[in-house]
Each structure stands twice: as structure tokens, then as C-alpha cells.
């Protein structure tokens, strides 16, 4: 449960309203307001569902795709083919696509079992020798890096960047050090196997396997330990780690579309120790310019309640586990597939596919509005060839109108409806307007009448507003299937309860009605 001070947690928005009525009143424009705030990306401090990035007067919800190969290439080359980054994002169906996830592999080859044995490229680490490591190629030194990784994720955030996206970048990878699948293992090639008397991929003989019997052969060779604190934890592994992600956060430092992600699907045992690489990120920052949030996703087998208590300022849930309501209590996680419960602003929460059932057969344009309408950023998994083209665009439509949507509302006011608040929208997938968005504690907001933003599932045909204030409205029906907008004339309203009819009643849609009331701060 949240406990904040609410004088204190709207002092950082006030503070920088200040400084942009300095500018005002220096520059002579209200679009100084946009100089307010000029550092990364961060936690809103008015309306924590959501980033702010720029100005306090804009909440920015992130929805996007990724591919496991958008930061390594991957191929059986070496080098392997490069992938085609500026050419993937955003995707031509979802122009307004705002979010990329940035994969990061451990491991410097695969060991598939269908005998097709992929290279991953650069690494992190230089490739200095002397000797080879056991992918043939000369054996990495962990006390000095490849100025070729380096620049790939420079180069990475910089073209995000220039079109307008945010990338999340992931330090660790949880399958690189653990079998992915029967007779796929991929740790033989990672740069922390070191078996006395036999493989030694590095220079510096330092051993991330130290638990399992040594050497490592074809049934028994993981280093899923190094991705914990486990009592007996060398510290050569843990210094080296920790070296490593300084080295990358002061690399990237000078990004403020960036974020760090610690790792894709560590083990049950994990959370602690990426608590602690959350903790190495904020120490190694101290002496820098900026400050970047840290993700915190889905440790395999570990509850959502546990990963919701992580220190990390983002998180994404697992379908696999309890799902956590804004309560603070739990549903199935199977929720998060079907009807998302809503958010509570204790953490920003980003729906990735990859978590929820990687295919996305289960997803698509109305599962992406039912999650922008409860609180949540969304991320589509979209390189697996069990998803249809189809399929994946129908979710990348959804993500293309959500964001239309989010920069056309007062996002920065608005709160999602509980599914188990019966007002003040009749379908309960609802965004709306309220002088106070992110109560203290969970309880809901209250309507101010300015705006609502109302998802109809298919099932229902009219979306009802209950105590829509006395006022002269206006607004648009959207169509989801197609993306058709019908205006809804402008009225005026007495009061009271007031229902509204869908012109396409058998047909998942949006509705948006807003008075019309004008903002000190510009968008």
C-alpha cells in the first residue's frame, strides 16, 4: 500500500510549474513550459500509472514491439547477419508506436537441439585471448570491454531516439545461463565458464557454474546461479557482474529516452539479486548527470506479489502467477490475458506478451484496449512464427490507436476505473478526468466530468456515464476493428445519468466525451 504524503507528492509538479512560469515570463510564450524538465525519462511524479519525459503537463504511456534480436544479431555466420533496426521501428501499421525493448544475450552461441547453431554478436566483453574459448574463437577478458557492444547500444538509443521512441535496454538474460529446452544449452558458450582442467572461456578464471559438478558436459552445464545471491557466491562473479553494468550505465548516461531492464526471465531465485543490480544501476549513477528507472520482469516461477514488492520503479506479471489487483490483493494471472484487473500506481506496469503467452494467439486489438483503459503500457513479443501476420497486426493496430488516443485525452488527469467500482462508466473499461488521479491510499478517484475515455467490449451495445455533470459536451465514437471514427454531436447535458448508443453495437469500440475545458499547460 502507498503511503505518501500528498502535499509532498504534487510539490515536484508545482516546482516545475514554477520554473515554467519563470520561462513564461522571460521567453514571453507558454511553450516554455516544455523546458521545465529536461532530464530522463521518469515515474510521474502526479500520476504514478504513467512516465513523465519532458513536462510535467504530459503523462506518456509506452506501447510497442520487440524482436529478441533488435541489439545482437543472430545467424550461423560470424559476424551473423545485421539486424535491420531503424528499419523495424516503429512498425508501418503502428506509426505512433512509442516503445522498444532492447534484448541482450549472455552467451555467444547456441546449442540448439535441431543441430542449427546460431552466433550471437558483439558480446559485452573484449575477445582478447590467449587461447580460444569453446566456440572456437578467442577467449574473452572480463576485465575489459568491447567497444563494438558499446556502440551498438549507443547507436541503439540514439536511433530510438530520433524517431520519438523510448528503449528499454536488458543487462542480463536469464536463458543464456540455464537449459532453454531439452538439449539446448547455451551456457558452454558464455563468457563465465571456466572448468579447471577443462573449458575456459575466459582469461580471467573466473567461474559462473561453481555450484555444479566441473567439468560441465551435455546434460549438466548451467550457471543459473550467478543470476542469484546464493550463500557461497564467488565474489570474482559478482565483482565482475556489477563492473559490467557501471560500465554500460555510464555508456548510455547521456540517453533520456532509456531505461535498464536487469534480465529476461531469471530463475525463482533471482529477485534478490536483481534487487541488488537495481541497487548497483542507482549507485554507479550518483557521480553522473542523470538518473534512470530500472525494470524489474517476470522471474520464471516467481509470484507477481513478490516481483510487485521488488525495488524496481517498473515491473511486468507473469499469466503463470496471481495476479495483483490495486488493492493489493490477487486474481488468477490468467486475468492478464482476458481482463486485466486495474493497475494501483504502486508500480508502472508494462504488459509484455512475452510474459503472458509469448504466441499472442490469445491477443489482439481489444485485449490492447482493455489494458490502456486499466492502467497498463503494453510490449508485443513480435518475432515468433506461430503468430499470424495477421494476428500481430491486429495487436499493433490496437497499439497504433491507444497511442493516438493517450496523446489526444488529458492523460495526466485521468484514473482507470476499478472493475469492481460501479461508476462512473457502465462497462468499467474507463479512463476519466479527476482533480486528484492517484489517491492516497487506493481509493478511486473522483470524477471531475471533464473527460472519459470508455472501452465497449462487442458484447455490449450502449456505454452508460453515470452523474455526467451538468454541461455542454462533445465527442467521437472509434470503431476497433477498423479504426473508424463517428463524431458525436456536441450537447448539452442537465445532469445525471446519460447513455450513449454505439453505431456499431456488435462491435468492440471507444467512446471519448470531454467537455471541452481548457488547461493552463499546453500539449
Known sequence: MKHRDPVRRRLWRHLLFLVALIAILVLGSRSALAVAYTGPITKHPDNSRYFMHGTACEAIYLAGTHHRQ???????????????????????????????????????????????????????????????????KPRFNLNQYNGAYTSRLQNRAATAGGEGMF???????????????PGELNYPNHPFRWDAGGTQNNVNGIDGDWVSPSPCNATNCEGAEMHTLVAGKPPAVTTAQNNYVCQMVQSLNGYTRLFWEVSNESNSSSLSWQNSVAGVIRTCEQSLPNRHLVWISHPQGLSNVALFGSSAE????????????????????????????????????????????????????????????????????????SVSATQRQNVRRGINDTLGYAQKIRLVDMAPQDENQATPCSTRYCLYTSNNPDPVPYAPAVPNGDQYLVFKPN???????????????SGEWFRVPSSAVQAVASFTHPGGNKTFTSPWPTNAAALWITDGTNYLCPK
Open 459 to 473: 458484447t455490449v451495445s450502449n456505454v452508460t456515464i453515470y452523474n455526467l455533470p451538468a454541461g455542454t459536451y
Open 70 to 136: 533488435n541489439v545482437q544479431d543472430a545467424g550461423t555466420t560470424y559476424p551473423p547477419p545485421a539486424f535491420n533496426f531503424a528499419g523495424t521501428y516503429p512498425p508501418a501499421d503502428a506509426a505512433r508506436a512509442n516503445f522498444i525493448r532492447g534484448w541482450h544475450w549472455e552467451h555467444s552461441r547456441w546449442i540448439r537441439n535441431n543441430g542449427v547453431n546460431d552466433w550471437i554478436y558483439p558480446l559485452p566483453f573484449a575477445r582478447t585471448g590467449p587461447g580460444n574459448a569453446n566456440d572456437g
Open 314 to 385: 517498473i515491473v511486468s506479471p507473469s499469466k503463470n502467477e496471481l495476479a495483483v489487483t490495486a488493492t493489493g490483493g490477487t486474481v488468477p494471472g490468467s486475468r492478464y490475458q482476458t481482463d486485466p484487473p486495474v493497475t494501483s500506481g504502486a508500480k508502472v506496469v508494462i504488459l509484455d506478451t512475452d510474459h503472458l503467452g509469448a504466441d499472442c494467439s490469445w491477443c489482439d486489438a481489444a485485449w490492447v484496449w482493455k489494458a490502456f483503459t486499466r492502467g497498463y503500457h503494453l510490449a508485443l513479443l513480435d518475432d515468433l512464427g
Open 167 to 181: 528503449l528499454s535496454l536488458m543487462l542480463f538474460e536469464g536463458f543464456s545461463v540455464q537449459e532453454l529446452d
